[in-house]
């Protein structure tokens, strides 16, 4: 092999891409030739600078996070989505306390085993509306889409607001049906946790919020323009009352 | 097309999201701004969504680097088209004399290294990043470029050439002869 050869290989070899048999002769070469080693010593100091010159430019991390956050509002949480059991447990309990801020409400007080009886029904019809398929749902921190979403299926206008700013991003929406009345469930994402906010119409006159815990979960009730809400969450107490004051002003 | 639905979102967020710093580091290293590769990546990124179905299976990361590459250029097209002509950029171009016996690098050389590399044609970039930041075999440099394997080794061969000459102080004369 000659220089001329043996220049035009070297960055194949420098760069293990060379068959064997020639990267074979290439040594071979080498053995007898000083410039052509000298030229594979300066491609390896080359690289060795490269290495040390920290070039690599990692992704923002809120390049990433603006991303993840397209993507969800590309696709539906329905087809194919399976939720977490501490998601389906919180939800669960969401709207068992739920099933209590109605029956609080409601003038005529409800036996103990009629309140079981409905959170059961609640948690069975939210439980099938979690199945593949199954449920209304959309997934965006967007909030035209989600309130263009709910306008769609609702005769009352809902506040559908993202507080990601003020720590509670907005994931999406869900619609679920209690005693066949429409409840609208607005979810959010604060300090890791996952919050629901429900909302349904009602004729009541507004009602300062009042709170509560139950088996870990907290929750803030309150009334306002014909509309109640019920937040709840296992965040801490401070939060949900946050959460309330952002959606309440 | 069928919906980029959830399903598609989760092996979406397992096979291509992990390549996202690859992704900004090509995206980057061809356009030289941190700003006008976070949007080019971001777009590059929501355009693979919708190729997402047509993506068999194999090489994700060369996929994607494929479709960012192509956000560059025509990004570039676009926005600076000037740059894609020049064989060499007098506006990023540095004197630098590294002593090439010294392997300690100070913070001052590695701004004369990024300098140095960004001096270099975008083609010429594109392969010395995919090779030497990325790690790419000749083989996925050439899928991701869309030029031959062969070609891969001379281009790679006359960047290098390049970036030594530039690290030596001698590149203006090479660069405004070469390419």
Known sequence: MGCRLANALLHGYFDGELSKVRAHEYELHLQHCVDCAVALVEQQLLRHRLQLGELYQPAPAALRQKIRGRLRSLSSVSAGSQPLLWQWLAAAAALLLLALAVSRVSPELRSREYQAELAGEIVEMHRHSLVPGQTT?????????????????????LPVRNFADEGFALQGGRLDDIEGRAVAALVYMGSGHLINVFMWPTKEPDRSPHSGSLGGYQWVYWRKHKVEFCVVSDAAPGDLEHLHRLIAE | MRKFDSRDQVRFELLVLPHLDAAFNLAYWILRSRQDAEDVAQEALLRACRYFRGFQGGDARSWLLRIVRNSCYTWLEKNRRLELGVAFDEEFHVQICITPETLAITDDDRRRLKRALETLPPRFREVLVLRELEGCSYKEIAAITSIPVGTVMSSLSRARRQLGLELTGSGRTEACRGV
């Open chain 1, 137 to 157: 749902a959309i997934a965006s921190d967007n909030e035209q889409i989600v309130r263009q979403w709910f306008d769609d299926r609702l005769k009352f206008a």
